[in-house]
């Protein structure tokens, strides 16, 4: 054990990598957290599945692109350490690499003082192998979970092919039982958002919230946008209706075109934007045919420049959002730190994010028609709406990415660690 080195963190996770011109690289967001990562741990230690090359063509083809950042070009480079792990979610795959990988994981427990492990399913995602693992050489972890995703998977399951569909439901059980028995046995629960806190945090000894933030304090919108963006509504100009994210059923999309459609019937001047694309996006532009409202609603598709999608935030009057699943969207928060007020669907996660100052208006899940006419109230009620862009701005201050990336490292470092 003197062979660890001090101040180091092992993280498992399902972010694939992927090799760009010879080198490993990863998606930007995941790069920029590693930067924050690097900030607070002398040495970073990096796992997660290595994406084939057919598989990451074939993804990009029908979800949402990804921009990939070659490693060696990250300023802490040399602070950090990668190690790719099998690329297997089929129980086949997986049973053969099981015994080869589960020894990997294990030398690079013994090599790190910090371990944190992100949990999803049982079959492909390593970091669940690693956390038993740390069971049995008894080892403290942090288990980090993003989405409860066994409701995911329930409340998409009608959209899937029916061989995938009746896979997923008969594992829903066991996914269920293997998260919870991991986080039993963790020392710290990191769950994204309060949908992950509720559903995992009564199984957890030390259980904290935290949120996905990539934004910046220089990121946060100045006084003179808000103005400029209340004096619009005063003047009766257009509302300014965006969302940023994937075109896929867990999102809403069509909930969302039909949410347009209907304040365009009630008279609105609308002018909606929704930044991204994904499997749904061509039958969103058929929709918007269909309903005639393609001249109020611009699909812009893929947008891989950050500071132009927090602009358009900016410019907007109103975050609309028709989210299905318990998930905690990052698009959320970059809104409210945008001065956006984010207005859709009800869960704990939007209400967390607006509890301090406001900045929010949800109506419950799935019900579209009375989104819509919150979003027509809001339009006539401009004085109410300009309160909202005020009070998310003021809500959006509490999240820029250093503050939160220091706050889970001390969590992980207080809680997680081997002690010398």
Sequence with gaps: ???????????????????????????????????????????????????PEHIAVTKESSTARTVWQPLTDLPCADQLEFVPLPYAYKLRDFTKVYAKTRRLLQEKIHQNQYLCFV???????????????????????????????????SRTLQSLPLVSRTKEFLQLPLMKRYQQYLIRQSSLGLFQGQDCYQAYSPFCKQPHCIYDVHTKKSDQIDESSIDLKIESLKSN???????????????GPFDWLHIIHRICQAGVNVKATWVGDGPLLLKMKSLTQELGIADHVNLVGFVDDQTKILQTMRENHIFLFCHKTPESPRCLIESIVSG??????????????????????FVPMNDWQKLADLVIELNLNRARLSRLIQSAALSGQFFDEKTVYQQRSDLIQKYSGFTF
């Design 237 to 251: 100009e257009p509302l300014l209706i965006c969302y940023v994210g994937r075109a896929a059923d867990m999102k």
């Design 1 to 51: 054990m003197n062979k660890i080195p001090k101040n180091s963190l092992l993280l498992v996770n399902s972010v694939p990598l992927r090799e760009i011109d010879g080198q490993l690289g990863l998606d930007d967001q995941t790069c920029a957290g590693l930067v924050r990562w690097a900030e607070n741990f002398e040495r970073v230690v990096i796992a997660g599945p290595s994406l």
């Design 340 to 361: 956006c007020p984010i207005v859709g669907y009800d869960s704990s996660y939007c209400q967390d994010l607006v509890s301090r100052y406001g900045g929010g208006a």
């Design 119 to 153: 949990i999803a399913r049982p079959i492909g995602d390593w970091g669940g192998i690693a956390a038993l693992e740390a069971i049995k050489l008894g080892r403290p972890y942090t288990a980090w979970l993003d989405r409860v995703e066994y409701e995911v998977i």
